[in-house]
């Protein structure tokens, strides 16, 4: 399933789902009839109708929640060009004043949303391969087919292009990719390596960064052309088959276990 194209709806598969179940979880019905209204590009104000006692603990948490909330959204449907204190406040329907409390600068904010969003994305994939552990060989074909897919959803293709052109300038940003890259490409080695055990470490290595290339390369082939000419349904099965034709293959049984030199 994928997200509405200009509107940040929810659906599985998703990277980054938390923040929006925590905002949204609490509604009940009369909270859904009194909707408040739509801001710039679809970006609802959704606050949720509890209120924690002012200045407690949990209402601070379930204010910056709001905030990170509202920051990815406003990343998600206006681009960095447009990602200022004042317009994430206006999302999240809170002063800006309230704001600068918990996030003073604008960099602040940013380097907090980012980091959400990669703790998030990362805590659903060991959740993906956990549910999978039972079918190591199915579930790492089910994984291929879920990051291929996620990449080319509405929502995941803008926020990845503005976390790619924001890392070229600022090293908390690129460093905060980079190591989400590695981690994942740990995360996915071992399940990898569990369904074919005579695979060795640096072919396994290869074939997932492999992986991580064909996924991040369907961002913007398939990202804002999804009708494309070769259906991404029919690519992403092709891709799955040359993976696992490959690791079989390289863990020996059917053919050399060599890495690519």
Known sequence: ARRDTGQYTQAQPRRFNNMAEKSTSRRGAQSRARRPPQGPAGVEHSRPPWRPTKGSPESSDRTRAEILWAA?????????????TRAVAAAAGITPGNLAYHYPSKRDLLRAVITSMIDEYARQIDEFLTASATNAQDGFAKLVLWLIHDSATPVTSRLFRELWAMALHDPFIRDAVDGFYSRSAERVIAVLRQSHPGLNADAARQIVYLLMTICEGTNPIYGTTPQNSAPLKKVSKLAVEALIGLAMRMSGSGGTNSPAR
């Open 72 to 84: 990815e959204r406003v990343l998600a449907t206006e681009g960095y060009a447009a990602f200022t």
